[in-house]
């Protein structure tokens, strides 16, 4: 591990705000952004002037939809904070920030502990690695319990946990925390809205409990480090400098999760996790070379993260601004991009330039002449670079690991009022679908109507709002409609020749091909089909076989019951034959498209309907009539367990057609007590009912 402390890239830690929704995540950054002299008044969230919550939607509902990015500096470090949102229907923001941060801070409610959506961002940040520290907010609040929230991440994130400090008190009396570490007692003026902060011995009342702690951390990680080891077994007194070095070096290397706890509604506690955010969460040189990989043969190249080197970077998002149109936000993980540079865009093999460069704070920008490896920013003037893409300075050939997003799972037909709407609802739909990779556009083929497709009832009521008023679009919105999709059960092989003259030119192909029903888990990842080539360059010669496997996947998005995407099929070309006079590409584009028709046609088709994970927390009165209530919605039961004194958590599998309505059924259910999230699980195949009654509809439609 690199910890070359002249080096400025051991200077800077981007870092992600993530959790569950309302458990403090905004209040947490802008008070990051007070303490460190960004901001001179605090804004709050429930007061709608939070500096991080900029969206007129933001502020009116008091939940974070787009991740806001932000710079500070604290003991000469530059933090980039990126704040993202807690409600599952934003997933993607979440998705690409964490792809590319090096850290994370995962905040808890004091009271709530692991709620649902906390363990998704959590998981999400296992899949790339991402070191993280534990924040254990809202100590003030009745009911908060910081040790049950140790416990709770134990049980269902990770056993790596461990307490670094402890609260003085709790609830109304939560007066401050001692530091397991140095082992002083910090105490936060509220005249001073906890800016001045002083140190004190440890309470008596309070000591036994804070040696006992401080016991447990240096056992946690003394396999770490053999000589903080030896001093643990012997007894001895562990100097701080040695615990620090042993805690970043434990977290950084994904062995460790060091918890903290305070209140940020009343400013306690902020200090010390900014200096965990410092001396625990890693550098850019700390996470090392990124791995990518070369584009023609997939042999992986590890990227060092020094300016010197050749650039390669990521765009992890797009933001249609009203005053300086696209703006492109990239991550640079090796060399250096300035202001004028042209770039290569590996995926569309476009070169393009970048006119500025702007650091982003939340929405206000400040021109900047250079971005370094390390260095997150937005660039603009790139009129085809979209999330996902890697650019490069066009001497090094690479791609980087792309973002996985879920699927839009409910659409909607939305329509303008007037003749004059037309051409702005499709400019803010072609913007919007720009900025969203879970917001989908697409015209049904039978009905003519515009579906816009998303995560869910929030994420499309938030995109219809933005239409309206962001864009000035008059429109009419259908009501929300399951997105459904299609699969086979059986194999079938048919035989498909194309034999046609057209414009006085022959055209000749003839492919032979097998379909069969494959189980997703036996999908490559993040693949929704596979294609295997069978056959030999005699048969079919090798530049016909691109246009072949283009055409099978073009197929594929047309299913042959309700023309829907057709997945978790594999498609074999097993056999075929060509003309060296008439053959070429459009034919056998042709008796390909053919072919996988037809053999769609003869596998039996079935509908697949999306299953959605839903998480109830409900008092125990209520618990029978909710579970009798999902049965009734061909829900199963997964998970019940004790969530706290009161409340049990009932987690389940429900068909998102039987959710519509479902605050409202819950409400009722609960007298208002109980709380829901919906995250999308998969697809899986109707049953024969449910498959009628979608045909019945859609073909109704139709005629």
Known sequence: MNTDADNPLSKIRNIGIMAHIDAGKTTTTERILFYTGFLHKMGEVHDGNAFTDWMEQERERGITITSATVSCMWRDHQINIIDTPGHVDFTAEVERAIRVLDGAVGVFCAVAGVEPQSETVWHQADRYNVPRIAYVNKMDRIGADYYRVIQMIHDRLTPRACAINIPIGKEDNFDGVIDLITMQAWYFDPLTQGSNVHHMDIPENYRDEAHQARHELLEFIADYDDELMMLVLEGEEVPSELIYRTIRKATVEHGFVPVLCGSSL??????????????????PLDVGDTHAYRPEDHEAIYLPPDPDAPLVAMAFKVQVDKYVGRLIYIRVYSGTLKKGDSFFNVNN??????????????????????????????????????????????????????????????????????????????????????????????VDKDSGQTLISGMGELHLEIIVDRIKREFGVHANVGNPQ???KESI????????????????KGNYAHVKIRVSPIAQKDLPEEAKNVFINLTSPEKIPTEYIRPIEEAVFNALSDGPLISSNVERVKIELIDGDYNPVDSNELAFRIATSMAVGRALREAKPVIMEPIMLLTVLAPDDFVG?????????RGRIEVMRKHNE?????????????????????????????????????????PAHVQSEVLRRIRGYAE
């Open 482 to 484: 399951v997105s459904y």
């Open 646 to 686: 009161y409340q049990q958590e009932v987690i389940a599998e429900v068909p998102l057609s039987e959710l519509f309505g479902y605050s409202t059924r819950i409400r009722s259910l609960s007298q208002g007590r109980a709380i829901y999230t919906l995250e999308f699980k998969k697809y899986e195949i109707a």
């Open 349 to 442: 093999g476009k070169r393009e330039r970048v006119a500025r460069i702007l650091q982003m704070m939340s929405n206000k920008k400040h021109d900047k002449d250079v971005l370094h490896a390390g260095d997150i920013g937005a660039v603009v003037g790139p009129k085809f670079l979209v999330t996902g893409d890697t650019i490069t300075d066009g001497s090094i050939n690479v791609l980087l690991n792309k973002m996985h997003f879920p699927d839009a799972v409910i659409s909607i037909a939305i329509e303008p009022k007037t003749k004059a709407d037309q051409e702005n609802l499709n400019t803010a739909l072609s913007r919007l679908e720009e900025e969203d990779p879970t917001f989908r556009v697409h």
């Open 489 to 504: 059960t059986k194999t079938t092989t048919v035989d498909e020749v194309f034999q046609r003259d057209m414009n006085g």
């Open 266 to 283: 009343k400013n306690k506690g902020l200090q010390l996790l900014l200096d965990a955010i410092i001396d625990f969460l890693p550098s």
């Open 625 to 633: 009539d909710i579970i009798s209530d999902i049965n009734a919605k």
